[in-house]
Nanobody, 125 residues
Framework: QVQLVESGGGLVQAGGSLRLSCAASGRTFDSYTMGWFRQTPGKEREFVAS????????PTTDSVKGRFTISRDNAKKEVYLQMNSLKSEDTAVYYC??????????????????WGQGTQVTVSP
């Protein structure tokens, strides 16, 4: 069982930066592929970035390439999403997710086992 708690969301002007954090409970954090997804009202949850449990793969969705970076600190049991050059279209609730030893298709929300409660990111024009 893993519990995930996101933090770091807020209101920022376009062009600004935010760093989201996700703190995980449990003893086997380093066996979980971690992901960030986002959702806006009326739309499906969208993949943003993930970092494989082995740490050797960090795909990001095309719309955030070059702007967002995912990283993890296994010692602290935390995963981060550094978001730079934010745009109004990045406004969403951002969710942290964990998938046990997920090694394939870790851009698909359906493959993740645990989810945080979400943190709101609002980018003003």
């Amino acid at each position: 069982q893993v519990q995930l708690v996101e933090s770091g969301g807020g209101l920022v002007q376009a062009g600004g930066s935010l760093r989201l954090s996700c703190a995980a409970s449990g003893r086997t954090f380093d066996s979980y592929t971690m992901g960030w997804f986002r959702q806006t009202p009326g739309k499906e949850r969208e993949f943003v970035a993930s970092v494989r449990w082995s740490g050797d793969s960090t795909p990001t969705t095309d719309s955030v390439k070059g702007r967002f970076t995912i990283s993890r600190d296994n010692a602290k049991k935390e995963v981060y999403l550094q978001m730079n050059s934010l745009k109004s279209e990045d406004t969403a609730v951002y969710y942290c997710a964990a998938g046990w030893k997920l090694s394939v298709d870790y851009t698909n929300a359906a493959n993740f086992n645990y989810w945080g409660q979400g943190t709101q990111v609002t980018v003003s024009p």
